[in-house]
């Protein structure tokens, strides 16, 4: 099976910079996923990362690219220290919105992945900040992941982030808020609420789960989402096969 596992920059900073302890965690969950299924990571974080190198008011646009730009190799350094501990590896893979409107550039990508994987590298996606001007406003990498997931042939997206799972009401504001466990279908209201990140570097919120496991639903794919800070649920769904918590996203009866 193939998965594309992402995890937004809520979870891999802190205060104003990379939080380690929780990247450690995150590889060494990808190099236990590794020994079973094919993997990709979509990961956040660039402009956080760059961020502790190069300190620009992130108000404007120029800024923020140049602070990705010096953040994206910081962050595959980071990445392939860790890798390096379980004797893995990582490649950066930078893509825009465009690379998937171009069939010919779509293809190019899924080779450079799939040789990666059958090498065993762990293809690491990121948007290419410093080219896509729109997606550093309005993009996510919550849209990206489903795009990679769809487009690179994976069976499963994972989103790790803040957000534990996807309730019935908002768990911040309502004590007897139920998390759904699996979904189905997701209404088009849902879809429009009104985005609302939690950090000055995240551009997602529900909302941009919700559209990426939408995405992927109407083009038969699955999605799970679940908390990114403990990886107890997403280990025990994937690693030992029980859905004890986070939501399931499918299609599918289960």
Same mark, same amino acid.
């Given at each position: 099976?193939?998965?594309?596992v992402k995890v937004g920059t809520h979870v891999?900073?802190?205060?104003?910079?990379?939080?380690?302890?929780?990247?450690?965690?995150?590889?060494?969950?990808? =190099?236990?996923?590794? &020994?079973?299924?094919?993997?990709?990571?979509?990961?956040?974080?660039?402009?956080?990362?760059?961020?502790?190198?190069?300190?620009?008011?992130?108000?404007?646009?120029?800024?923020?690219?140049?602070? *990705?730009? =010096?953040?994206?190799?910081?962050?595959? &350094?980071?990445?392939?220290?860790?890798?390096?501990?379980? #004797?893995?590896?990582?490649?950066?893979?930078?893509?825009? *919105?465009?690379?998937?409107?171009?069939?010919?550039?779509?293809?190019? *990508?899924?080779?450079?992945?799939?040789?990666?994987?059958?090498?065993? =590298?762990?293809?690491?996606?990121? &948007?290419?900040?410093?080219?896509?001007?729109?997606?550093? =406003?309005?993009? #996510?990498?919550?849209?990206?992941?489903?795009?990679?997931?769809?487009?690179?042939?994976?069976?499963?997206?994972?989103?790790?982030?803040?957000?534990?799972? /996807?309730? #019935?009401?908002?768990?911040?504001? /309502? &004590?007897?808020?139920?998390?759904?466990?699996?979904?189905?279908?997701?209404?088009?209201?849902?879809?429009?609420m009104p985005c609302n990140p939690n950090t000055?570097?995240?551009?997602?919120?529900?909302?941009?789960?919700?559209? *990426?496991?939408?995405?992927?639903?109407?083009?038969?794919?699955?999605?799970?989402?679940?908390?990114?800070?403990?990886?107890?649920?997403?280990?025990?769904?994937?690693?030992?096969?029980?859905?004890?918590?986070?939501?399931?996203?499918?299609?599918?009866?289960?």
């Amino acid at each position: 099976m193939r998965v594309v596992v992402k995890v937004g920059t809520h979870v891999l900073s802190e205060q104003n910079r990379l939080e380690k302890t929780r990247m450690l965690n995150l590889v060494e969950f990808l =190099v236990e996923l590794m &020994e079973k299924h094919e993997v990709i990571l979509v990961s956040s974080a660039a402009i956080a990362a760059g961020y502790s190198k190069l300190k620009l008011d992130k108000k404007s646009l120029p800024n923020r690219q140049a602070i *990705a730009a =010096v953040g994206q190799p910081h962050l595959i &350094e980071i990445y392939n220290r860790k890798l390096a501990k379980f #004797d893995k590896m990582g490649a950066q893979i930078l893509l825009t *919105a465009d690379d998937f409107d171009s069939r010919k550039r779509t293809a190019h *990508a899924k080779c450079a992945i799939d040789t990666l994987i059958k090498h065993d =590298v762990l293809p690491i996606v990121n &948007e290419n900040d410093a080219t896509a001007t729109e997606e550093i =406003v309005f993009g #996510d990498n919550d849209q990206l992941s489903a795009h990679v997931a769809y487009y690179f042939d994976a069976d499963l997206l994972i989103i790790l982030s803040d957000i534990d799972g /996807y309730y #019935d009401k908002d768990p911040n504001k /309502y &004590e007897d808020a139920i998390m759904n466990k699996i979904v189905n279908s997701i209404d088009e209201a849902e879809l429009t609420m009104p985005c609302n990140p939690n950090t000055e570097f995240a551009t997602g919120g529900i909302v941009t789960k919700l559209k *990426a496991a939408d995405f992927l639903l109407k083009r038969k794919k699955a999605m799970f989402m679940s908390s990114g800070f403990d990886l107890s649920d997403i280990k025990s769904y994937m690693l030992e096969g029980v859905h004890k918590g986070g939501t399931l996203f499918t299609c599918k009866d289960v």
